[in-house]
């Protein structure tokens, strides 16, 4: 419910124009224990069309070529920003493939170091298995061992 001044303030009119539409009846209201108007919103827009900050024609103009050509700048920023990103995105997807590469490449150079080491190891591992042959005297006094 609105009060008198409310319901002026709501539509634009005075509250003397409120309240004569009242006493001739053009719309209902009723009083509250302090006799003050209390008006139904729905009552009031039914009888009085509310407020709107309404601009004159010549101004309605000047606003639309503003806003017209900030929706211009908008669209050219945006725009811009998705090409940015399109290249931003290609960059990532060079970048990416660049590392998958390398990523393979590595994977290549352990396992091919990995399959030497382990050719490697396997000669180690047959040497030492070997028996060793007896030296003999003269071996054992010429070529002192390391042992």
């Known amino acids: 419910m609105l009060s008198l001044r409310e319901a002026a303030k709501e539509t634009g009119k005075s ?11 053009r719309m209902s209201a009723t009083r509250n224990d302090s006799n003050e108007y209390e008006i139904d919103p ?12 309404a601009l004159p024609s010549s101004e309605k103009k000047k606003v639309s070529r503003e806003l017209l050509h900030k929706l211009e700048m908008l669209q050219a920023a945006m725009e811009h920003k998705e090409e940015l990103l399109d290249t931003e995105r290609a960059s990532m997807r060079r970048e990416r493939e ?8 590595l ?11 382990g050719a490697t190891l396997q000669l180690i591992a047959d040497e030492i298995q070997k028996p060793q042959k007896p030296k003999g005297f003269f071996e054992r006094w010429v070529k002192p061992s390391s042992q």
């Open 107 to 117: 994977r290549n150079t352990v396992e091919t170091l990995s399959n030497q080491n």
């Open 15 to 25: 509250k003397s124009t409120i309240q004569r539409a009242i006493t001739k009846g």
């Open 98 to 105: 660049q590392y998958e590469a390398q990523i393979e490449d």
């Open 42 to 53: 729905a009552e009031l827009f039914r009888v009085f069309k509310k407020k709107t900050d």
